[in-house]
């Protein structure tokens, strides 16, 4: 059967493969914090991603007022804050922790755009889900509570990032991804330099820095503004709730963690809410 890619369900497609991309490579990530730091490491992955969109979204070709401007602006400069503090988070917190508390941004969006009582039944599952991720009751000791602030500030950046880039993809379409990526490039490279010095462009650096580029947002901030496009923002935020699923088993993979018995019912509160509302699109649309 053709799915047509203005269906809501192409759109989900995209978001998981998006956000599979971003939670594979964040243990990638960890491995480069010890050479040059977070913030360098965010902007050699930023600098990366907006070479490899340049010939690909081709922005020169898009003829931008000044007003579609803005939300262009605006979306490059949350998505470099969220990925320098997110970076700065998992440097102190593990990698599902984080993600966890980062999604207090997007679940936020669904919470303030929810009208119906079906869409806050999703919204209680994948809190519910998100309480028994969260180790609060065993290791809450354990959390650095500057890696803590680091992931909230992250989940505020990224409510951000859904708010403007919704409205930098209906301003400039894939041209805005690649123009983002350049103005939060610029934004967080002083504080990578600052950080690092000429050792965030060493070459045992950059091959990896590359791969970041490629799989943590040039690939994944170009599927999620398409899918913005067709998407209620509400609805893209329950739906982001697959990411502490997708952080936790990349933890399994990557870096031998193991779940509880709690963290396993979490994940299934929070699958079940992101399949909710993936079922329950057609009706907000």
């Known amino acids: ?43 050699l992955r930023l600098m990366f991603a907006a070479l490899v969109l340049l010939p690909v979204m081709r922005p020169w070709r898009a003829k931008l007022t000044r007003k579609q401007w803005l939300p262009i602006i605006l979306y490059g400069l949350s998505t470099g804050v969220m990925n320098m503090c997110f970076y700065q988070a998992i440097s102190r917190i593990p990698l599902g922790v984080g993600v966890a508390l980062e999604f207090t941004g997007p679940l936020a969006i669904a919470m303030l755009g929810s009208r119906r009582l079906i869409d806050f039944l999703w919204i209680a599952l994948a809190v519910g889900g998100l309480i028994l991720l969260l180790p609060i009751h065993e290791f809450s000791g354990n959390l650095d509570p500057v890696g803590v602030a680091f992931a909230l500030g992250a989940g505020f950046c990224w409510a951000m990032y859904i708010f403007f880039g919704k409205r930098a993809g209906n301003a400039g379409g894939g041209a805005s991804v690649s123009l983002g990526m350049i103005v939060g490039a610029c934004a967080i490279l002083p504080f990578g330099v600052a950080s690092a010095g000429t ?31 067709q998407l209620p923002a509400q609805t893209f935020g329950i739906l982001m709730s697959m990411e502490p699923v997708l952080a936790a088993l990349s933890g399994i993979i990557f870096l031998g963690e193991q779940l509880n018995v709690a963290q396993w019912v979490a994940l299934a509160c929070i699958i079940v809410a992101s399949i909710g509302a993936t079922l329950t699109i057609r009706r907000k649309a």
């Open 1 to 43: 059967m053709k799915v047509s890619t203005t269906s809501p369900f192409f759109s989900v497609a995209l978001l998981v493969i998006s956000m599979l991309s971003i939670q594979c490579s964040a243990s990638l990530a960890k491995s480069v914090f010890p050479i040059i730091g977070p913030e360098a490491t965010t902007a």
């Open 199 to 229: 050792s965030m462009f060493s070459m045992s650096v950059l091959p990896l820095a590359l791969l970041l580029g490629v799989f943590s947002s040039a690939l994944p901030y170009g599927l999620e503004i398409v899918a913005l496009k």
